[in-house]
């Protein structure tokens, strides 16, 4: 009871600062990117607590207890591409001072592939807020009180309702705080659980030797790997929810210090977590994979203490779902409808973003009851969206020395993205189905290049020929 007491005020307080952040977002530029004055401890944690979500916990937790050591790879992959993104491109992103992901497609190449970049994201980031909503009900289920599926819905409420009150700027001055009493409480539950189960030395000899095989194990092969750090680790690179955070930095410098700052970070996290998960897998070896992490919260912690954490658990999956789902609605808006209507005024903007938060916000629902997981979820928006946007975005910020051309840019879009959601919908006896997501990050790179070369060569034709 003390814990459901603690998650209803925490929930509370959370919608009270959306309240008041309702006032002081005031424009479109507040509501999108929080006035565009984030420090590096607020850009940072945003970016921890965005990425701390239902994958990273609950699904991370779950990839320990059921294959050990290997399943760090989830998120340490997102720290290579965070590495990546701060070094390459972070000042660039920044830069472009722009709300969308889309946007800048468009400043690479030209409208139509913004428009189809736009529809992918829009698409695909469905399956990122459903992530987070699987996660949040269930760890709130633990309580003992109603189903999985029942705090999904009220999660879904919630979090759709914060979104919609503050935007950007309630999200940014929330996610510090989660993302400091997370650091704290997922070292605090390992500390404790690591002297329940014997320390490392426990460990070993409770569980397999396959648990402790890094990099690669029995339940893990480097194709497995390769398809970590393409199909996850590219969406740290190249991803709406990334780019948004780096938006809201108050500077260039500030941005790429954030992402750098928090790629390391990760690092001990995603141990920290893993190990979480393996000692669940010993002392509580009938439960599901991904009850590991709210089991452990629950049971080693004390009631005050594990109810704080489990509220901060769900503020950080409150958070990535409101990051995803906010920068779906801004482009499904700004990108989308706006094409169609562009006389919208910045009041009207603002009153139909928050009414595609609510209709996204019940689409991610309805995945989140069909799908039931958390990492199907996430490899089902990680797929499309790398299959088809990764590539032509990162080829973009080197447009001129490598040639590529909008035509190409849209045929890499729309074909590495269709593979990439073939390989994902439940349909049987579709050949070589478990590897479609590689094959369509290879025919999209094939795509962009091969289209760019025919087109830019018909133009050199054609240049010459008017001479």
Not at 228 to 255: N, S
Not at 301 to 328: F, H, N, Y
Not at 434 to 442: K, M, P, R, W
């Amino acid at each position: 009871m003390l814990q459901l007491l603690i998650i209803t005020v925490y929930f509370l307080a959370i919608i009270g600062i959306g309240v008041w952040s309702r006032r002081r977002a005031g424009s479109q530029d507040g509501f999108f990117v929080a006035h565009r004055k984030g420090s590096l401890p607020l850009i940072t944690g945003s970016i921890i607590a965005t990425a701390v979500g239902g994958s990273v916990t609950v699904g991370m937790a779950g990839l320990g207890f059921n294959q050990g050591l290997t399943g760090a790879w989830w998120l340490l992959v997102g720290s290579i591409g965070l590495v990546l993104l701060g070094v390459f491109f972070a000042r660039k992103v920044r830069g472009s001072e722009l709300y969308t992901l889309p946007e800048l497609v468009e400043r690479q190449y030209d409208r139509r592939v913004s428009l189809a970049a736009s529809v992918l994201i829009v698409i695909a980031w469905v399956g990122v807020v459903a992530g987070q909503i699987v996660a949040a009900g269930k760890v709130l289920s633990i309580l003992g009180i109603g189903s999985v599926a029942f705090w999904m819905v009220v999660f879904t409420i919630v979090f759709v309702i914060y979104a919609i009150l503050g935007g950007q700027l309630s999200i940014i001055r929330t996610d510090v705080f989660q993302a400091a009493i997370l650091f704290i409480g997922i070292f605090a539950a390992l500390a404790l659980v690591f002297s329940q189960v014997g320390g490392l030395d426990g460990l070993k000899s409770s569980l397999p030797a396959a648990y402790f095989s890094f990099p690669t194990s029995p339940e893990f092969d480097w194709k497995m790997l390769l398809s970590f750090l393409i199909l996850v680790g590219a969406t740290y690179v190249v991803g709406p929810d990334m780019y948004t955070r780096l938006f809201c930095a108050k500077g260039e410098k500030t941005a790429q210090q954030s992402a750098i700052l928090s790629a390391f970070l990760f690092i001990p996290l995603a141990f920290a977590i893993i190990f979480i998960g393996m000692s669940a897998k010993v002392l509580y070896p009938g439960i599901s994979a991904e009850g590991a992490f709210p089991q452990v919260i629950t049971s080693v912690l004390s009631p005050g203490l594990s109810g704080l954490i489990l509220a901060a658990l769900v503020a950080a999956l409150m958070s990535s779902a409101d990051t995803c789902l906010l920068s779906q609605s801004v482009i499904l808006t700004e990108d989308i409808v706006k094409r169609a209507h562009p006389a919208l005024d910045e009041g009207k903007t603002v009153l139909l973003t928050r009414l595609s938060l609510i209709g996204l916000g019940l689409v991610a629902l309805g995945l989140a009851l069909a799908l039931k997981g958390v990492i199907s979820s996430l490899l089902f928006a990680y797929t499309v969206f790398t299959c088809g946007l990764v590539v032509p975005v990162v080829a973009g910020f080197f447009k001129g020395r490598l040639k590529v051309t909008p035509q190409g840019a849209l045929v890499a879009l729309i074909g590495g993205g269709l593979i990439g959601l073939l390989g994902k919908i439940p349909v049987p006896d579709i050949p070589l189905k478990g590897d479609l997501g590689l094959i369509g990050f290879a025919v999209s790179a094939i795509l962009l290049f091969g289209v760019s070369f025919l087109t830019g060569k018909r133009q050199s034709v054609r240049r010459k020929s008017m001479l």
